[in-house]
């Protein structure tokens, strides 16, 4: 991995995520699109120390707390799996406030369940903007 960061420089989001949760995630931002709700990826990869960065937050360093995962005992699904990939991708609307709760999440997650993803808004604590693949140990053995 180069590490060609200049300022202002705008990380690809698409880079080391799964090829096919990218075309899945495609068809989601597509169909968001068509019926008026435009969208985009925010997040797709995401490092251990930015995970674990994520799992201070409402801890150790203020905020209210976004993820149960510390990124090394417990990692995310935006971590990088043993294939190589990232299994997970975050969603926000492009029109209005990005993540507004008047926004149609459960469109986008019923999209994203019709693709065949999981959606993170059916959690216990909902992460609306959350996409992932399904089963990533059988999936990459098959
Ligand atoms: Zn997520």
């Given at each position: 991995m180069g590490s060609r960061h200049r300022m202002g420089h705008v990380p690809d989001l698409r880079l080391g995520v799964h090829p096919d949760l990218l075309?899945?995630?495609d068809r989601v931002l597509a169909a968001m699109t068509i019926v008026g709700h435009p969208m985009?990826?925010?997040?797709?990869v995401r490092t251990a120390e930015a995970q674990h960065a994520l799992?201070?937050?409402?801890?150790?360093?203020?905020g209210r707390r976004v993820t149960n995962a510390d990124g090394y005992q417990r990692k995310s699904n935006h971590?990088?799996?043993a294939d190589?990939?990232?299994?997970?991708?975050?969603c926000c609307f492009t029109t209005g406030e990005p993540f507004g709760e008047t926004q149609p999440w459960d469109l986008y997650g019923l999209l994203g369940k019709t693709v065949g993803l999981v959606w993170g808004g059916d959690w216990k604590k909902p992460d609306w903007d959350h996409l992932e693949m399904k089963n990533w140990k059988?999936?990459?053995e098959n």
């Open positions: 075309a899945k995630i985009r990826i925010v997040q797709g799992w201070l937050q409402g801890r150790e360093l203020p971590q990088v799996k190589g990939f990232g299994w997970a991708v975050d059988s999936y990459s």
